[in-house]
Nanobody, 124 residues
Framework: QVQLVESGGGLVQPGGSLRLSCQVS????????IGWFRQIPGQEREGIAC????????YYGDSVQGRFTISKDNAENTVYLQMNSLKPEDTAVYYC?????????????????WGQGTQVTVSS
């Protein structure tokens, strides 16, 4: 059974940093694509950083490019999202999701397995 458990959210001041973690179980290493997504109230869920199964390359959405970094520890089956230079508009519920898809995509509709989400609030 596939399970994803996020941790690391919280309250941070503008300009600060947070690191989110996502512990993955039920997939063997390198057998899945994985990504971080966020949802702001009243808006659609947005893919912000993903790692493709096929080549392990990261993809970033325009809103986080240069500020966020996704990384994967295969030994621990854990994926991280390092978030730097946080802005108030980054406030959202952040989710990790995984799927065994071959397609290189960060579109939420293609991911079948989701974590429960963790709240990130950027405010002074």
């Amino acid at each position: 059974q596939v399970q994803l458990v996020e941790s690391g959210g919280g309250l941070v001041q503008p300009g600060g940093s947070l690191r989110l973690s996502c512990q993955v179980s039920g997939f063997t290493k390198d057998s899945y694509a994985i990504g971080w997504f966020r949802q702001i109230p009243g808006q659609e869920r947005e893919g912000i950083a993903c790692i493709a199964r096929r080549d392990g390359k990261p993809y970033y959405g325009d809103s986080v490019q240069g500020r966020f970094t996704i990384s994967k520890d295969n030994a621990e089956n854990t994926v991280y999202l390092q978030m730097n230079s946080l802005k108030p508009e980054d406030t959202a519920v952040y989710y990790c999701a995984a799927d065994n898809l071959q397609l290189q995509t960060c579109a939420p509709a293609f991911y079948d397995h989701w974590g429960q989400g963790t709240q990130v609030t950027v405010s002074s």
